[in-house]
């Protein structure tokens, strides 16, 4: 009896998007992630890798192509219900981390499960535990998002991406404001979660000194022309 194949984490196949039809177009032939894999993709300003995200995310569709999330056709979907499978199967860490400011730590985490439909009693326990493990100490659960410090700010951050156990994980630039320490504690930390989950992660950078955290690496320039992680 042979084993089944995996089905892709996550699956880009002639993908192409422009916001104006003569202007800019991003070109991706083809993308395939396995579950748990960690690929970090590299850019310049201006090469797409935020438009790649959102693409990922299901924020935006593409013009052509399909983008195909553990074997659902994620970008043939209406927006409303790429809304509510990346709710359920994508975690996103930010630039600007975009926690809510006048919100404790624990419900920042936990909108998460809200819009995942995770019931509250479930994600709550899950949550403290979370928090706890990334070193936020029970006190600090109750606390205004904007009373801690950048790095505790992150771990939140981190918490409320992974809560849902996703498949994937997007990471926007979330180290470009962090000094050379922060930024490995960061990284050690976001990788050691998403191991424990098995989730993929796919992290965008300018910051060629990242690399090294990941096993498959890529070039946006690499990516337009069809070549695959490596």
Same mark, same amino acid.
């Given at each position: 009896?042979?084993?089944?194949?995996?089905?892709?984490?996550?699956?880009?196949?002639?993908?192409?998007?422009?916001? #104006?039809?003569?202007?800019?177009?991003?070109?991706?032939?083809?993308?395939?992630?396995?579950?748990? #894999?960690?690929?970090?993709?590299?850019?310049?300003?201006? /090469?797409?890798?935020?438009?790649?995200?959102?693409?990922?995310?299901?924020?935006?569709?593409?013009?052509?192509?399909?983008?195909?999330?553990?074997?659902?056709?994620? /970008?043939?979907?209406?927006?409303?219900?790429?809304?509510?499978?990346?709710?359920?199967?994508?975690?996103?860490?930010?630039?600007?981390?975009?926690?809510?400011?006048?919100?404790?730590?624990?419900?920042?985490?936990?909108?998460?499960?809200?819009?995942?439909?995770?019931?509250?009693?479930?994600?709550? #326990?899950?949550?403290?535990?979370?928090?706890?493990?990334?070193?936020?100490?029970?006190?600090?659960?109750?606390?205004?998002?904007?009373?801690?410090?950048?790095?505790? #700010?992150?771990?939140?951050?981190?918490?409320?991406?992974?809560?849902?156990?996703?498949?994937?994980?997007?990471?926007?630039?979330?180290?470009?404001?962090?000094?050379?320490?922060?930024?490995?504690?960061?990284?050690?930390?976001?990788?050691?979660?998403?191991?424990?989950?098995?989730?993929?992660?796919?992290?965008?950078?300018?910051?060629?000194?990242?690399?090294?955290?990941?096993?498959?690496?890529?070039?946006?320039?690499?990516?337009?022309?069809?070549?695959?992680?490596?």
């Amino acid at each position: 009896m042979t084993d089944k194949p995996k089905i892709p984490a996550i699956e880009l196949k002639n993908v192409l998007f422009y916001y #104006q039809p003569t202007a800019w177009q991003l070109s991706l032939p083809q993308l395939i992630l396995q579950p748990g #894999q960690h690929l970090f993709i590299k850019g310049a300003s201006g /090469s797409g890798k935020t438009t790649l995200l959102n693409l990922l995310a299901g924020i935006i569709a593409p013009k052509q192509g399909d983008i195909i999330l553990g074997g659902a056709p994620f /970008s043939r979907l209406s927006a409303a219900k790429r809304d509510t499978l990346r709710a359920k199967n994508i975690g996103v860490v930010f630039q600007q981390l975009n926690l809510i400011s006048y919100l404790s730590v624990l419900d920042n985490v936990l909108l998460s499960a809200h819009f995942a439909g995770i019931k509250p009693a479930k994600s709550r #326990q899950r949550a403290k535990v979370l928090l706890q493990s990334l070193g936020l100490t029970a006190d600090m659960l109750t606390q205004k998002a904007a009373l801690l410090s950048v790095g505790q #700010q992150q771990r939140v951050a981190i918490a409320r991406a992974l809560l849902t156990q996703p498949a994937l994980l997007i990471a926007d630039e979330p180290t470009s404001a962090l000094d050379a320490d922060n930024r490995d504690s960061f990284m050690r930390i976001l990788l050691e979660q998403a191991n424990a989950c098995q989730t993929t992660v796919i992290f965008v950078s300018h910051d060629a000194n990242l690399r090294h955290y990941f096993n498959l690496q890529l070039d946006m320039q690499n990516l337009a022309a069809g070549a695959q992680p490596c």
